[in-house]
């Protein structure tokens, strides 16, 4: 990691002084995503920051930190207890953690029936169809288009 993105994290642990839960979330993501990049080739962890700072309450800028923890970081619901999470929300971070072989659209009706994951997911989409944080848009890209739409025409 870069000392400009340790930088990032720290400056948003800071803006969570007083919500020790979500500060630890925002650490967590940091070790989890430590060394990944997204599809532009950006820092992985800037994408949950952006996804957590698009939320309102301190329960879902916590799931949206750590809402890809699970599926790209191999975190586990025992994991989350351990680490102190209420049930809410390792229940939120399930609703938006997809299943090996489930179907994109069934993983967004699965992700609408919680609360707290619904909002988060919209928010993720959001921000995956954001086609500035690729450098050269593919036709993989484009089709990916169509199906975050319909994801979040579903969620709306």
């Given at each position: 990691?870069?000392?400009?993105i340790?930088q990032?994290?720290?400056?948003?642990?800071?803006?969570?002084?007083?919500?020790?839960?979500?500060?630890?979330?925002?650490?967590?993501?940091?070790?989890?995503?430590?060394g990944?990049?997204?599809?532009?080739g950006?820092?992985?962890?800037?994408?949950?920051?952006?996804?957590m700072?698009?939320?309102?309450?301190?329960d879902e800028?916590?799931?949206?930190?750590l809402?890809?923890?699970k599926?790209?970081?191999?975190?586990?619901d025992?994991?989350f207890?351990?680490?102190g999470?209420?049930?809410?929300?390792?229940r939120?971070?399930?609703?938006?953690?997809?299943r090996p072989?489930?179907?994109?659209?069934?993983?967004v009706?699965?992700?609408?029936?919680?609360?707290?994951?619904?909002k988060?997911?919209?928010?993720?989409?959001?921000?995956?169809?954001?086609?500035?944080?690729?450098?050269v848009?593919?036709?993989?890209h484009?089709?990916?288009?169509?199906?975050?739409?319909?994801g979040?025409?579903?969620?709306?």
């Open positions: 990691m870069t000392k400009e340790v990032i994290v720290k400056e948003e642990i800071k803006k969570a002084e007083g919500y020790p839960l979500l500060q630890k979330a925002i650490q967590i993501a940091f070790e989890a995503h430590e990944q990049t997204d599809k532009g950006n820092p992985y962890i800037l994408h949950p920051l952006h996804v700072n698009q939320l309102e309450t301190i800028k916590i799931v949206g930190v809402h890809d923890t599926e790209d970081a191999g975190l586990t025992e994991f207890r351990s680490e999470f209420p049930e809410r929300i390792i939120g971070i399930d609703s938006v953690t997809r072989d489930e179907a994109y659209m069934e993983f009706k699965r992700s609408s029936e919680d609360e707290l994951g619904c988060v997911k919209k928010e993720d989409i959001l921000h995956n169809m954001d086609l500035t944080r690729i450098p848009i593919t036709e993989k484009k089709s990916l288009q169509k199906r975050y739409k319909k979040l025409d579903y969620l709306n």
